[in-house]
Each structure stands twice: as structure tokens, then as C-alpha cells.
């Protein structure tokens, strides 16, 4: 018997997000959220086109990247879609690194003169990172290649956008724009009963109707169930950690996810500790 009671999906869950984002019959919604989040950017993206997720580094040795959607739109133009849950040392840096391996594959073409197509990373955060608490209502940051006197723009083909969810505190009747509902329903869908008469729009109807929790299969409810106890889990180990400073939380976390079968690298990305950090705190037990 199922343990949910939330009629719409968490969206901030890994099988939430892919179920609204990552699947080929939902695009339109990916699609939406991209135009509306990039508009002034790119104007009108016509097309995407899912890309593999899964990206190896140049070496054996080389890390490599899991990024949680990946697509291109008709341009050939580069988009990194990354859910962040808690809190993660060198979230930043991840996400440099990330953005170096849609740079590096526009090099295999053939007679390749140096031209990039643009890349944007667009990460949504679950969290607020430590340097930007003070800027209480700012919830949205555009980052490109600028230069330091100027403040103007040296380079626009890499873009990083970054939204702290946890800021965002508008109600339903202070929605103004299109980008505005997305931020709502993607920090509330799971607390809503009904669709609210502000979001009554084709694009949400859509998302209601796939985020309904009683449509869904079996098999998907079992997926689901099992990735909202593991985003609780998570979330309640690693926010205690990080806010309270207590090593034991992250042994906790790295402990309670290797018995669920995560190796060491997705272990190091979520805790923010060292490979060899986490290796040890498994070989201690």
C-alpha cells in the first residue's frame, strides 16, 4: 500500500525531475521551462533533442560526469540541466567541469576552425550557497566570461545559470510572468492539491496531468516511493551536517548510501568529502 500522500510528485526527487523533464513525451514541458528561463538569451528554441547523459573523461583515470538531462536544440547549441538537492562543496566547480565536456566534443568534428556553439548550464538548487545569503530576495544568478574593470561581457557562448529555489517566496497571486509560474510550481507542486486558477495555462495543465501521483503505473509508483525516501533521507542527513558542521552527519549520509548500493564517486559528489574521505569512513566500519 502506497505511503504517499501528496497527490502531485516532488519535483526536487531524481524520479520527480525526470518524470517532467527527461521524458521524450514530456519535452514540451523542458521545452517551455527552457524559452521561458532563456528568452532573452536565445529567444525561441524550436527543437531539443535528448542527449546521452553519461560523459568520460579524456583518460581511463579521468572522472567522469553524470549530468542529470543533456539536450541541444536545433542550433546545435548545448544544454546542461542539473538538480541539486542539498549541499555540495564545489558545486561551482562541478558544474565548470561539467560544461568543459559539451566544449571538448565540438572539437572531434572534422576541419573544426575553433567555432563554439554556446553551452548553458542551468542549475536548480535546493539550497542557498553560503556567499549569497545576505542577497535575501536575488534568487537567480547569470554568470558569463566578463571583464573584471568593465563589468561587460567578454565571452556569451558559456552561460551558467544558478536558481536558489529557497528564495524564491512569491504566492500564487504575486506571479506575474510565465518564468514566475515555473518557479512557483517547481518549489510547490508536491504542497497543491488542485491546480491554482493563476496556472490555468496549457503548458500546466500538461505538467498536472503528468505529475499526478494516481496515474501513475505501478512500477513508476515503486520507483517514486523509493526516490522520495531517499531525497527525505538525504536531505534531512546532509542539511544537519553542513548547517551544524557534524563530521558524523556526512559518515552518516556515506554510510546509509553505500548500503543502498551508491559508489564512491556519486558518494564524493553528494557529501562533498574526498574520494579517499569516503573510502576511509567505509573502511572504518
Not at 523542458?30 to 528568452?39: Q, T
Not at 573544426?112 to 539550497?127: C, G, H, P, R, S
Not at 537567480?140 to 557562448?157: G, I, M, N, P
Request: hydrophobic share 35%; proline share 2%; charged share 35%.
Amino acid at each position: 500500500m502506497s505511503e504517499i500522500r501528496e497527490k502531485y510528485i516532488n519535483p526536487f526527487t531524481d524520479f520527480g525531475f525526470k518524470k517532467l523533464f527527461g521524458e521524450e513525451p514530456n519535452k514540451d514541458l523542458l521545452l517551455d521551462f527552457l524559452n521561458e528561463l532563456l528568452k532573452e538569451q536565445e529567444g525561441n528554441i524550436k527543437e531539443l533533442t535528448y542527449l546521452k547523459n553519461e560523459h568520460l573523461g579524456a583518460g581511463d583515470t579521468d572522472r567522469k560526469a553524470i549530468f542529470d538531462l543533456y539536450c541541444e536544440n536545433e542550433l546545435g547549441e548545448k544544454f546542461i540541466v542539473e538538480l541539486q538537492k542539498s549541499k555540495q562543496n564545489f558545486f561551482k566547480d562541478r558544474t565548470l567541469y561539467y560544461a568543459t565536456f559539451p566544449i571538448q566534443e565540438q572539437a572531434k568534428q572534422a576541419d573544426w576552425n575553433y567555432e563554439l556553439k554556446a553551452v548553458y548550464t542551468v542549475a536548480i538548487l535546493d539550497f542557498v550557497f553560503d556567499d549569497d545569503k545576505a542577497e535575501r530576495h536575488k534568487y537567480r544568478y547569470d554568470v558569463k566570461l566578463t571583464d573584471t574593470e568593465t563589468c561587460k561581457v567578454f565571452y556569451d557562448k558559456l552561460t551558467f545559470i544558478y536558481l536558489e529555489m529557497p528564495k524564491f517566496n512569491l504566492e500564487v497571486d504575486e506571479l506575474e510572468t510565465r518564468f514566475d509560474k515555473w518557479l512557483y510550481v517547481l518549489k510547490n507542486l508536491n504542497r497543491l492539491d488542485a491546480i491554482p486558477d493563476r496556472l490555468q495555462e496549457r503548458i500546466f495543465e500538461r505538467l498536472f496531468e503528468v505529475a499526478e501521483v494516481a496515474k501513475f503505473s505501478r512500477e513508476e509508483l515503486l520507483s517514486y516511493e523509493d526516490s522520495l525516501k531517499y531525497y527525505r533521507d538525504l536531505k534531512n542527513s546532509l542539511d544537519t551536517a553542513f548547517e551544524e558542521g557534524k563530521v558524523h552527519g556526512l559518515r552518516d549520509v556515506v554510510r546509509n548510501g553505500a548500503r543502498k548500493g551508491l559508489d564512491i564517486e556519486t558518494l564524493s559528489n553528494l557529501t562533498g568529502l574526498t574520494a579517499d574521505e569516503v573510502g576511509k569512513i567505509l573502511n572504518d566500519e
